[in-house]
């Protein structure tokens, strides 16, 4: 059998990498795949850690905050962020851009396009399901996006086929950015955000 032809894709490190797709296109389980667990903020898992229950959408509000707390920690020390949501709607790409930029780093967004027979299969063979309803509903805003991302200010855009969930092979290419290293009151060596607000020595 013929080896799986690799598509490479390469990243920097620090950038800001914004998975968007539709409920069950594979998101997470590619994140999984090509990154590290700590270089991926997930807003499943920030839900959980603000209400305990990644299901539980009524807390948006707080899960993306700390999803942007999360990302603006790791840029201002150069790591590598991949934030994985579904990033379906104009103001959620438009924030994420927006943190990029202020930490001046590139800003690409991998765009799932998995036909949607696809997505409803890879939803009923798993645990957490979200079921058919939803999935259409986020396919019907996911053909907005598709149609205007290319314009709304990424770096790149990169579009995943369903071929390409087997073929992508992602090189990360270390390339650090100059930032000015903020110190503790009193001199302690510690480096903090940018535009943190200092909480105090014991926080
Ligand atoms: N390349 C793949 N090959 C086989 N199964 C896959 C593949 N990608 C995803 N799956 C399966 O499809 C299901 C949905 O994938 P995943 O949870 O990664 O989707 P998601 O886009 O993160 O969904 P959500 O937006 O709901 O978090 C999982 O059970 C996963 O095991
Ligand atoms: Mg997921």
């Known amino acids: 059998m013929d080896p799986i032809e690799k598509r490479i894709v390469r990243v920097f490190r620090p950038s800001l990498v914004v998975l968007c797709g539709p409920a069950a296109c594979g998101k997470s389980t590619f994140a999984a ?48 962020c991949v934030v994985d949501s579904t990033a379906l709607t104009p103001d959620a790409r438009k924030t994420l ?23 409803l299969d890879f939803d009923r063979k798993r645990e957490r399901s ?9 396919f019907q805003i996911f053909g907005t996006a598709r149609a205007s991302v290319g314009s709304e200010g990424f770096d790149q855009v990169l579009e995943l086929h369903e071929d390409d969930l087997e073929k992508i092979q992602i090189e990360i290419l270390y390339r ?12 302690n060596r510690h480096s903090l955000a940018v535009h943190a607000t200092n909480p105090g020595p014991r926080s």
Not at 176 to 187: K, L, S
């Open 130 to 138: 979200v079921g058919p309803k939803v999935i259409e509903e986020h």
């Open 176 to 187: 650090p950015i100059y930032r000015v290293r903020q110190e503790w009151p009193g001199g």
């Open 97 to 119: 851009l927006a943190l990029g930029r202020k930490f001046r780093v590139r800003v690409e967004l991998f765009l799932f396009d998995i036909p949607f027979e696809k997505c």
């Open 33 to 80: 795949r090509h990154f590290r667990p700590t270089q991926v903020i997930s807003s499943d898992s920030c839900r959980a850690l603000v209400c305990d229950d990644e299901r539980d959408q009524r807390y948006p509000l707080q899960t993306f905050a700390l999803v942007n707390y999360l990302v603006s920690q790791r840029l201002s020390i150069n790591r590598l």
